[in-house]
């Protein structure tokens, strides 16, 4: 018997009824604790071999240290994630995802990618998101980088989302004093972000129509919920959930979980939660309703619960 595929099972439908009657009444809220949870898009280069230049490691480093509640998301595992699920979408398209979802996007400019990607990003939408990290001898060159959308950057969300230390020529590979920027960093990345919509509904979390920072969170406790599931039982939950359609952002939804680590997966291709922990906070039973997945989970996959 699978987990979620037998919808003979009524405990398992009357479950995720009861999540889906408490969407449909706005039942299920974030709290203000979960506010303070920033997710950060952080572009820049590579070294040769494909690993992450040192600069972006540092400010990995540096969020990880000193930024807890700060979740930073590289691209690249991202998109290794959605090439393992057989995504065959394009760059463009997943890096739009991704800014939509983030609440800021750094942009190291130390290479022709990360200029590409500030050109890319520095639309009026997505302005307010952006801090660029620049090179300190270019801050008053009258450059075309500086003349557009950086002045574009300044005037919309204001000088201090650029910031300017003395690069070293081999950067990429090398760690330089990229730490002189740390405190400006900090200062930007510590404000509360504010939360619209405290309130959810079904509509706000649909996966088949919205992708954004609510409905990837919520998807991080639906796997929470079920326990170790694989990506098809999960699709058939969602479907319980919201209806039967198309639900075009699961793939992406859990690329972007896997990426900044709040879903991990076995080697059995089962998802579960690496922060044992909800985002969300649930105005009803929801004890009952973990207990029937893990009950159920005992019965016929004991397996799971034991890491096998």
Do not use: W
Not at 248 to 259: E, N
């Amino acid at each position: 018997m699978d987990m979620l595929i037998d919808k003979n099972n009524k405990n398992i439908v009357n479950a995720l009824g009861q999540i889906s009657k408490c969407l449909r009444h706005s039942k299920i809220q974030l709290p203000d604790s979960s506010s303070r949870y920033k997710f950060v898009f952080l572009c820049g280069a590579n070294k040769a071999t494909s690993e992450v230049s040192e600069r972006r490691t540092a400010v990995i480093d540096f969020a990880r240290k000193q930024l807890p509640n700060t979740k930073v998301l590289l691209a690249e595992e991202m998109f290794k994630t959605l090439k393992i699920e057989g995504h065959k979408g394009n760059i463009l398209d997943v890096e739009d995802l991704i800014s939509k979802f983030s609440d800021f996007i750094i942009i190291i400019l130390e290479s022709p990618s990360a200029f590409a990607e500030l050109g890319a990003f520095a639309n009026p939408q997505l302005r307010d998101k952006l801090i660029i990290i620049n090179d300190e001898q270019y801050r008053t060159s009258e450059s075309f980088i500086n003349l557009g959308p950086i002045a574009a950057v300044e005037e919309n969300s204001g000088t201090e989302r650029v910031i300017h230390y003395r690069m070293n020529s081999n950067g990429i590979n090398v760690r330089d004093s990229i730490g002189d920027i740390y405190p400006e960093l900090y200062d930007l990345l510590s404000k509360p972000v504010a939360v619209k919509d405290s309130a959810i509904t079904i509509d706000t979390l649909d996966p088949s129509s919205v992708f954004d920072k609510k409905s990837v969170l919520f998807i991080h406790d639906l796997i929470y919920i079920l326990g170790p599931v694989t990506h098809k039982e999960l699709i058939e939950a969602v479907k319980l959930i919201f209806g039967v359609r198309n639900h075009k952002y699961v793939v992406h939804i859990i690329a972007v979980l896997k990426a900044f680590g709040s879903v991990s997966k076995d080697d059995n291709d089962r998802y579960k939660s690496a922060v044992n922990s909800l985002y969300f906070s649930y105005k009803f039973d929801l004890d009952k309703v973990i207990a029937t997945f893990r009950n159920h989970t005992m019965k016929y996959h004991s397996r799971r619960l034991y890491g096998s």
